[in-house]
C-alpha cells in the first residue's frame, strides 16, 4: 500500500519477479514527470533497501505504459461478446473512444522519445 496527499493507493504485484523490476514500479507513478521523478526517486529509496535497481531500466516506463494502455483496449474488445461489457464500458465501441486512443497513442510516442526519468 503506497499513501499519497489522498489516501491509500493499493497495488497488485500478482505478476512481480516476471520481468524487470521497473514493470511493476512504473505503476506506482502519477502525475506530471516532476511528481513521477520524486515518485520514482522515492520508490527506488525503499526498494533499493532490499534489492539493487539496475537504472538502464528507466527507458522502459513509457513503453510499458503504452503496452497496457493497448492491452486494456485489447482486453475489453475480446470481451465484447459477454453481455456485461457493453453495459459495463458504452463509451468502449464509440468513435470518439477510438480518436482519443490515437491521441494518447500519439502523446506515449512523444514520451518514449523522451530522456528516461533521472534518479
Known sequence: ??????GPHFVDFDDSR???????LWMMLSGE???QVRQMSD?????E???EFEPRQLHLVEAL?????????????????DPAFPVAFPWFNTQRY?????LELKEQISLMDEPPLPI
Open 49 to 51: 533497501d532490499f534489492c
Open 1 to 6: 500500500m503506497l499513501w499519497t496527499d489522498v
Open 98 to 102: 477510438w480518436q482519443d486512443r490515437i
Open 18 to 24: 516476471m520481468g524487470p523490476a521497473i514493470q511493476d
Open 33 to 35: 514527470r516532476a511528481d
Open 65 to 81: 505504459r503504452t503496452l497496457r494502455l493497448i492491452h486494456y483496449s485489447a482486453w475489453l474488445a475480446r470481451r465484447w461478446d
Open 43 to 47: 520508490i527506488l529509496a525503499g526498494y
